[in-house]
């Protein structure tokens, strides 16, 4: 079974630093293209960040400049370094993924989510 689970949220002081991880686990061949999202209570989920295949990123006006996703190909992995966290920060991170298995001589794909993880920037 693919899936994603993440870690890294806690609770943090208004300047403070986190690192998000999103592990793929399964008979994985690749993780493609890969994002992070963020729903804060009461809004809707949105985009922070997203990453190719190749290591190209993109990012959303707030997040430039303070977060940085990445990618670890060989440990089916990507992160989000969240740096300069602010109290609007907060809320549930998701990653989400396109992940390529290999079943006999087929590629298959999935389009997976993680459970979310808490980012609470407080003093």
């Known amino acids: 079974q693919v899936q994603l689970v993440e870690s890294g949220g806690g609770l943090v002081q208004p300047g403070g630093s986190l690192r998000l991880s999103c592990a793929a686990s399964?008979?994985?061949?690749?993780?493609?293209?890969a994002g992070w999202y963020r729903q804060a209570p009461g809004k809707e989920r949105e985009m922070v960040a997203s990453i190719i295949s190749g290591g190209r990123a993109n990012y959303t006006d707030s997040a430039k400049g303070r977060f940085t996703i990445s990618r670890d190909n060989a440990k089916n992995t990507v992160y989000l370094q969240l740096n300069s966290l602010k109290p609007e920060d907060t809320a549930v991170y998701y990653c989400?993924?396109?992940?390529?298995?290999?079943?006999?001589?087929?590629?298959?794909?999935?389009?997976?989510w993680g459970q979310g993880t808490q980012v609470t920037v407080s003093s």
């Open positions: 989400n993924a396109d992940i390529w298995t290999v079943e006999g001589t087929k590629i298959l794909t999935y389009d997976r």
């Open positions: 399964g008979r994985i061949f690749r993780i493609n293209a």
